[in-house]
C-alpha cells in the first residue's frame, strides 16, 4: 500500500520541479521592481514545461524595433504583468504581422495563429510593451 501511494505522488512531485510558467503577478527584476513582461525560448507539449531555454525581462515602456538575436524568431512562451500590454510584430522594424497579447500567461505560442497560415510560435522580431 505505502509503496504504491508513492508511486502516485512522483509524476506530482516531479512536475513541480519542472519548469512552469509564473503567474504574471510574480513577474518582479531582482531588485523587486515591476516587470512588463518575460519573453522565454523554449516550450513543450506539456503546459507544466513551457516558459524554459533562456529568458528575457522585458522592462515597463520597453521598445524593441529589432529584438536582441538571441531571441529575435525563438520566443515560444511569454507572460505579461498584470495591467500591462505587450505589442509583438513578426518582421523586423515591426513589420508584417502583429498581435497584442493582454496580461496573462501564454505557455504555447503555436495557440495563437499569425495571419492565415501561420502561428506566433518562433516569430516575434520586435516588441512594444506598456503599463497603465
Ligand atoms: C531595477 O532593475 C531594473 C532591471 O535591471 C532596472 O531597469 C531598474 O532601473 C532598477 N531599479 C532600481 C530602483 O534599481
Known sequence: ?????????????CALAWAQ??????LKNPNGTKICAQL???????YDQC?????LLVQPDEDQPYVPSAFNNKVSSLVVA????LSVWSRK???????????GAFPRLQE???GIFGDWDDSI???????S
Open 1 to 13: 500500500m505505502k509503496t504504491s501511494q508513492s508511486l502516485l505522488l512522483l509524476p506530482l512531485l
Open 21 to 26: 510558467c509564473p503567474a504574471p503577478a510574480e
Open 125 to 131: 522580431s520586435a516588441f512594444y510593451c506598456k503599463c
Open 51 to 55: 516558459c524554459k531555454g533562456s529568458v
Open 93 to 103: 522594424g515591426k513589420a508584417g504581422n502583429t498581435r497584442k497579447f493582454k496580461s
Open 40 to 46: 522565454y525560448t523554449d516550450n513543450s507539449p506539456y
Open 112 to 114: 495563437y495563429r499569425r
Open 82 to 85: 498584470p495591467r500591462c500590454e
